[in-house]
């Protein structure tokens, strides 16, 4: 990937990392959103959309919630996205899907170290701005803030940038290796994906009154719409 | 200047109307509420810089004393769900404009922290959040395309939150230091129930389509994918909050992938 494919790639990294909790949290940053733009960046929107809906069932399953530590989904999207599209596998895709889904767990993983790191950070910069936050001076707290936003947004860029320089060859491989037939890929990729959306699904149903015949009701209707496409 | 009398928390009509400019700047500088998130300060710098606009119109302006006092408390620590932090946002601003002594205000925070926490988590993050994903992949299912896909999953989760944000400071400017009584609304109560048969229909909807349109029409590999699914699923169910699905799946894919270029 040359300098000139990577240089966007990376920008969208950030902003869509810095969507995840920084600005403005609208949910650019979901699988479904940031791989599928990604994916047009790289030349192959639909690619993108497809890795994006895979990595979406994996994303119900993590609650976003306070100072938890979870995976950051919004650079590591891009990464996969881009990823998969830029391979724009014909058939069998399942090789190229299942090596562009890695990279794209890997990097969520390393993404959910480095906000951890990043509000250690803001950790440090903010006790060092008590004395100023306590005399009431805007500068300080407007200083904050920026570099707060500042350093996520180059966060979500560098790691977007080292995840492709990084993990496009390996995927590269894996995309042409042989041992694995492209069904067994397909089945693991589609299977464990739906595992996890029915782990997301349990907890909802499980917690609330009703749902489990809504959930009933929904599958019924699915199963009949597959049968009559 | 003469400072005006402190006003009672219960009367929040003394406090003047803000201009639209300055509603304009509270509710963009909302979007960044967790821009400096620490585990320090948590949201505490954000809600000083979202009510900053509004301390401006305090006796004095920016750096007069009332001011700075002001923006002092209001960077301390705090805590609550990002969107509903606009709540506390509405009701800090109306209760510094209206003088509301200090030790008041330092009790309202302490005490919104958990309920604007909890009641945002379990109605956004819980629900509306997986219900919206639940659409967006049933429009990936049925063939939308891309750029029909993200619209539609953009759109409306962001009618929920847009307006919750906007919501949240209306609610909270009219009611002052009394805005707990808005957490009990209808919709922060009974939406999480309602929403979780949503996600449960469209997701029921939703599993049999991916899984068609994934496998294709080979009855082995459906079979095996079925049999994945339900085996590992049932698992990840099992062992909830020990084990995700990410991890399971990166361990899994990453072996078959080393195993591949062997």
């Known amino acids: ?229 | 200047m003469t400072a005006p009398a402190p006003a009672s928390p219960t009367s929040p009509a003394s406090a003047t109307a803000l201009p639209p400019a300055t509603w304009a700047a509270i509710y963009l500088r909302s979007l960044a509420v967790q821009g400096s998130w620490s585990s320090e300060l948590l949201l505490g710098p954000g809600v000083g810089f979202c009510v900053e606009p509004a301390l401006r119109r305090l006796p004095g302006g920016v750096g007069g004393e009332p001011y700075r006092q002001a923006l002092a408390r209001q960077t301390r620590y705090f805590n609550a769900h990002p969107y509903l932090a606009s709540l506390a946002i509405g009701a800090l601003a109306r209760a510094e404009l209206n003088r509301v002594p200090p030790v008041q205000l330092e009790r309202f925070r302490t005490a919104m922290c958990g309920p604007l926490g909890s009641v945002g988590d379990r109605l956004v993050w819980a629900r509306w959040l997986p219900f919206c994903s639940a659409v967006g992949l049933l429009a990936f299912a049925l063939g939308a395309t891309p750029g029909a896909v993200l619209l539609i999953f953009l759109a409306l989760y962001n009618v929920g939150h847009l307006g919750l944000r906007a919501w949240g400071l209306r609610a909270g400017w009219r009611s002052g230091l009394k805005v707990a009584g808005a957490l009990g609304a209808a919709p922060l109560r009974q939406g999480p129930i309602y929403l979780a048969r949503g996600v449960a229909f469209v997701a029921g909807l939703v599993l049999p389509l991916l899984l068609a349109g994934a496998v294709g029409p080979g009855r082995l590999p459906l079979a095996a994918t079925i049999l994945v699914a339900l085996a590992i699923g049932a698992t990840l169910v099992r062992l909830q909050g020990r084990v995700e699905g990410w991890r399971v799946a990166l361990i899994a894919l990453a072996g078959l992938a080393l195993y591949s270029v062997r």
């Open chain 1, 1 to 229: 990937m040359t300098g000139v494919e990577l240089l966007p790639l990376a920008i969208l990294g950030g902003v869509l990392a810095l969507d995840v909790v920084s600005f403005p949290q609208a949910m650019l940053s979901r699988p479904l959103v940031a791989a599928t733009i990604a994916g047009a960046f790289a030349g192959s929107a639909i690619h993108g959309l497809l890795l994006g809906a895979i990595v979406e069932l994996f994303a119900l399953e993590m609650l976003a919630v306070g100072a938890s530590r979870y995976p950051e989904w919004g650079s590591a999207s891009v990464v996969g996205g881009a990823l998969l599209a830029s391979a724009a596998p014909a058939d069998p895709m399942a090789p190229t899907l299942a090596a562009a889904l890695v990279a794209t767990l890997i990097i969520s993983w390393i993404g959910g170290w480095s906000m951890y790191g990043l509000r250690r950070l803001n950790g440090v910069l903010a006790r060092r701005a008590i004395p100023a936050l306590e005399r009431g001076e805007g500068g300080a707290v407007a200083r904050l803030q920026l570099v707060g936003l500042t350093s996520d947004l180059l966060r979500g860029s560098l790691l977007t940038a080292a995840g492709l320089v990084v993990l496009a060859p390996l995927a590269g491989r894996v995309a042409q290796g042989s041992g694995v037939s492209p069904t067994v890929f397909g089945v693991a990729i589609w299977g464990l994906a739906l595992a996890a959306a029915v782990s997301a699904l349990s907890r909802i149903v499980r917690g609330s009154p009703g749902a489990g015949w809504f959930l009933a009701a929904g599958l019924a209707g699915g199963v009949a719409l597959v049968a009559t496409r």
